[in-house]
């Protein structure tokens, strides 16, 4: 039988992403398809899009102008919002947040095809 699994995810060290930097859990965890990350999003986060990733960004906090752009698109965002991003689509946080990401299938770097920042 599967056992639940309690994670802190301020004790998992960061590593680089397009964005700033992620802390991800959950990636041994196989009663779950996918992948958990405390995102802190930098003013200079590059543009990217998934191959295969489904990506929910849900804002915890955000500077008072930030805004999250899609395909060219921007809209503002505030805390406690949630953004829906599927696979293909172009897009990068605009300005400074801490964002929890839930990413499926399990998120795979190989799968961050970076564009012009």
Do not use: K, N, W
């Not at 958990?36 to 929910?56: G, K, N």
């Amino acid at each position: 039988m599967a056992q639940p699994q309690i994670v802190d995810l301020t004790e998992i060290p960061p590593v680089a992403c397009p964005c700033g930097s992620a802390r991800r859990a959950l990636s041994d965890f196989a009663e779950f398809p996918g992948t958990v990350h405390l995102t802190d999003i930098v003013a200079s986060a590059h543009r990217h899009h998934h191959e295969h990733h489904t990506e929910i960004y849900v804002i915890l906090q955000c500077d008072d102008d930030a805004a999250i752009e899609l395909d060219g698109v921007r809209t503002p965002v505030s805390p406690l919002m949630l953004v829906a991003i599927p696979p293909g689509v172009v897009h990068r946080a605009i300005g400074e947040m801490r964002v929890l990401i839930i990413c499926h299938p399990e998120f795979d770097p190989t799968d961050e095809v970076l564009g012009e920042a």
